[in-house]
């Protein structure tokens, strides 16, 4: 089974950290090749600046929002793709915002089984493996879900179970934050690659950005 790919995220507390850039350009040799960041908490003239540089730097680039309106939702796809970011992750899913990934050849992996009151995860396994198979349907790249924020059951539970019933490439965002999670992405199907923020700014995994890269991705590869 093919490992899930480390998508270094410099955010958090669901906003790019101020010092971004400098923190890429020390960790960049690491061994990650896709990094990305969230339209929240950085311009617009430095969100490009940094995706640039990411590019230049050879990374596949994302940009996530956390957003679920449409009007911004669609902003942050026009700034996606006039900054020249490789994928769109997050917001819920809008024609309007798969017609712009689609125009600048950027793909789009939209959330689905939010609570639109606190875009949590909630509800009955069940429901929510339906909804993504609905928005699996349109004429998207693949899907992204904050598994491990499920808050009605048991995370790992439905985790396994959307792995397991959708098909097209499943991104998980946040709250990778331990070891024993990482091991629960390893056994699952699908998972195009998961997202990590935070616990390196907290330094879960290790002291520096690049020594916790090289830890979590020395460990995705233990069998």
């Given at each position: 089974?093919?490992r899930?790919?480390?998508?270094?995220?410099?955010?958090?507390?669901?906003?790019?950290?101020?010092?971004?850039?400098?923190?890429?350009?020390?960790?960049?040799?690491?061994?990650?090749?896709?990094?990305?960041?969230?339209?929240?908490?950085?311009s617009?003239?430095?969100?490009?600046?940094?995706?640039?540089?990411?590019?230049?730097?050879?990374?596949?680039?994302?940009?996530?929002?956390?957003?679920?309106?449409?009007?911004?939702?669609?902003?942050?796809?026009?700034?996606?793709?006039?900054?020249?970011?490789?994928?769109?992750?997050?917001t819920?899913?809008?024609?309007?915002?798969?017609?712009?990934?689609?125009?600048?050849?950027?793909?789009?992996?939209?959330?689905?089984?939010?609570?639109?009151?606190?875009?949590?995860?909630r509800?009955?396994?069940?429901?929510?493996?339906a909804?993504?198979?609905?928005?699996?349907?349109?004429?998207?790249?693949?899907?992204?879900?904050?598994?491990?924020?499920?808050?009605?059951?048991?995370?790992?539970?439905?985790?396994?179970?959307?792995?397991?019933?959708?098909?097209?490439?499943?991104?998980?965002?946040?709250?990778?934050?331990?070891?024993?999670?990482?091991?629960?992405?390893?056994?699952?199907?699908?998972?195009?690659?998961?997202t990590?923020?935070?616990?390196?700014?907290?330094k879960?995994?290790?002291?520096?950005?690049?020594?916790?890269?090289?830890?979590?991705?020395?460990?995705?590869?233990?069998?």
């Amino acid at each position: 089974m093919a490992r899930p790919e480390l998508i270094v995220m410099l955010t958090w507390n669901d906003k790019t950290v101020e010092n971004a850039k400098e923190l890429f350009l020390e960790s960049k040799d690491a061994p990650a090749k896709f990094w990305g960041c969230k339209r929240e908490g950085i311009s617009e003239e430095r969100l490009r600046d940094l995706i640039t540089t990411m590019r230049n730097a050879g990374k596949e680039t994302f940009l996530e929002t956390v957003a679920i309106d449409e009007e911004h939702c669609l902003d942050t796809a026009r700034i996606a793709a006039e900054c020249g970011a490789d994928h769109l992750l997050g917001t819920v899913y809008f024609d309007s915002v798969q017609k712009v990934c689609d125009e600048a050849g950027m793909t789009y992996s939209p959330f689905f089984g939010l609570d639109p009151a606190d875009t949590r995860l909630r509800g009955t396994v069940e429901d929510i493996v339906a909804d993504a198979k609905r928005v699996e349907t349109q004429n998207i790249w693949g899907l992204s879900f904050s598994g491990f924020r499920y808050v009605s059951g048991d995370p790992a539970e439905l985790i396994r179970a959307v792995c397991n019933a959708v098909e097209k490439p499943l991104t998980l965002m946040g709250s990778v934050n331990s070891y024993e999670r990482l091991d629960v992405l390893k056994e699952v199907p699908n998972l195009f690659g998961f997202t990590i923020g935070g616990a390196f700014f907290e330094k879960v995994f290790g002291e520096t950005f690049p020594e916790q890269i090289e830890a979590v991705h020395n460990y995705l590869l233990k069998e």
